[in-house]
């Protein structure tokens, strides 16, 4: 699985109050097969190449007031299901968009899904991209941004693999997809908080 999933998933699981993982320096562009590996014969097909992260162009500003309990009193079902998992969550303060937390949970095998957490409010609402059609999903945010990306992986081992990416921008409230590309070649490790490549899965 996924190291970057499988850290989200041991953080939602515990509740621990660790924010996302860390970024790790990024290269100028998305990793491909070395030179050396190509002229070694090595049959991987080569990483998928991700688009610059729009972070910036979507800034927001940071709430640093009290926070707010998830509200489950209207909730439907799934949101109550997991009710302990967003109080935790939300606990932990702002994640993403000035203003949310992130709960993110397993769902079965190489499948994520959550909800983000208005901090000021309570108001709980999912996250724009998980479950089972979002297959190796990975998710990049930050706390100072309304700007989200998700890429996932289309291909199965008997079909060609391609990298499924969406862009995402927080506006009033509602994800709004604002770019949606499938990339040739496998989808690379993603930063978390980077929105770009780190090397090869």
């Known amino acids: 699985m996924n190291p970057s999933i499988m850290v989200l998933l041991s953080l939602a699981a515990c509740g621990e109050k660790a924010a996302p993982p ?11 097969l070395s030179p ?15 688009p ?13 007031g009290p926070l707010a309990k998830p509200a ?15 109080r935790e969550a939300a606990a932990r303060g702002v994640e993403f968009g000035g203003r949310y937390a992130v709960m993110i949970s397993g769902c079965g095998t190489e499948c994520i899904f959550g909800f983000v957490i208005d901090a000021k ?3 709980v609402m999912p996250l724009p991209a998980g479950g089972e059609d979002y297959r190796q999903l990975q998710l990049a945010f930050r706390p100072d941004s309304r700007w989200m990306r998700a890429i996932w992986s289309s291909g ?9 990416l969406r862009d995402f921008v927080l506006d009033r409230g509602t994800f709004r997809p604002v770019k949606d590309e499938v990339l040739p070649g496998a989808c690379p490790e993603m930063g ?8 090869p899965r």
């Open 36 to 50: 050396v590996a190509e002229e070694a014969g090595d049959s991987d097909s080569p990483a998928a190449v991700l």
């Open 22 to 32: 860390p970024p790790v320096p990024t290269a100028a562009a998305a990793m491909v």
């Open 52 to 64: 610059p992260a729009a972070f910036q162009a979507h800034p927001a500003q940071v709430y640093t």
């Open 156 to 164: 199965y081992e008997s079909e060609a693999e391609a990298c499924i």
């Open 72 to 86: 489950l009193g209207r909730g439907d079902a799934e949101v109550k299901m997991y009710r302990t998992r967003l």
């Open 192 to 199: 978390v908080e980077t929105g770009e490549a780190m090397g």
């Open 121 to 123: 409010t309570g108001h």
